[in-house]
């Protein structure tokens, strides 16, 4: 029989590490303990799961097959320099630093699901994209078989690729969220309940299912509509921050489909 | 018996009225003729509809209960000044545009569904709000009976709400979509497929349920994550366009939770 992971200690207990130990206990791995600098937020997912907690990197239990370093990138360089292991195996989540950061341990790789995670909403990680990268073949071999249990969609991604694919999902989610955010604003402004724009959310999103962004694109800048445009900017003239951002965008709308168009 | 709207003409052939015609079609509502300055576009909807079409707009049939105007906001004053009717009732179907550009005529209003329209694509009207304004009860009657048949979302709008909601809807439709193109672009230059990112868009509409845009903010600019926006600005560093959506959306971000969170 091949080895595999079974026993895994948490080092962290935000959202995705909350997702993912949920995700993976559920299909039977043993979460061992979770670590977490605040003593208080430790003990929550701890007793989600039912495990012990620890807010003291000398306390990390020693005998999981994996460790999963689930913590803000400000913070995994120290929790890495601090981490006393040796030959156990040991991943970050990370979308953005590279797997080379955790260079001194025999055995490291990184395990990033692509998604944004709450800490309360559950979610199935069954078509959740799980990039995978490792510093050996038998290694890489573990993380696929892990992952594989909880998503169909693992990917082995490299750091350079998998950093590219963090910036594409700040545009993709992050800066999406934004606008809705702007847009709420604006109708609170106006007395309009945000659940109008619902369906019309919803449906840009759908739209991918058949067109790429840059054929789905609609509205004034895309049409080139001038007087709308100027329209708009008079209507945000109480928000400077968000002219800005909708006279930026839409220029670069402009130019870029100007630019394809056979004008 | 009420007097209500059985016969129709569409000024414009583009994708709101396309979709709007057939909908209305398929609720037995007559539709009696379609206008475009293109004849071709013209003919191309009223093929699809089995009726007959005109780009000479001294033949526009005379005789409908309504004229439903969806031209682009640029050409819709031009076509009103030219459009010879009188007592017809004839709305418009912009987000931006008073009422008031049609007053003109004697019954006149707007007819506005909030949603993304594609030529091809057929969707569903049952949950698209549709936003109604009249210049008398009686016609607003009319209208609200007209929109009940093919949405259950029916709202009396001002023009100045409506002005304000199509900003709204800017953001969030427009500017959501041109987010997307640029992740799709960030992934075609590191040879990775957009797939990847569907998971994380639609969890990112799906979250709305459950949350304001507000709350739902996470990422590096959410959590003055200072090291990996670097990181990400020079990623882009061959995108000197997308650097600055970048920047600008960042701060603003970091600015907004500043001042809400108790730091």
Redesign the interface.
Known sequence: MNKQINTIVFIGSG?VATRLAVALQEMKKSILQVYSRSEKRAGILAKKLGVGFTSNLSNVNREADLYILSV???ALEEIVEKLDLDTQFIVHTSG?SSMDVLNKFDSFGVFYP?????TE?N?SFK???LCIEANSAENLELLQDLAAIISE?V?Q?NS??R??????????????????????D??Q????P?D??????????E????????E????????N?Q??IE??LK??KAHP??Q???Q??SE??K??HHLNDKL
């Not at 950093?163 to 709420?184: D, G, K, P, Q």
Request: no cysteine.
């Open positions: 959202n803000s990138d400000n953005t692509l998604q944004t995670f709450s909403k979610i078509n959740i994209p969609d990917q991604i350079e690729q950093r590219a694919l963090h910036v594409a999902a700040v545009f993709a989610n992050n800066f999406t969220n934004y606008m809705y955010a702007v847009a709420e604006i109708l402004d106006n007395d309009l945000f109008l724009l619902k369906p019309l959310i919803e449906e840009t999103a739209k991918l299912k058949a067109h790429i962004p840059h789905a694109q609609t509205g004034p800048a895309r049409r509509d007087k709308t329209e708009h209507i945000l921050e968000y800005k951002i909708y930026l965008i670069q709308i130019r870029k």
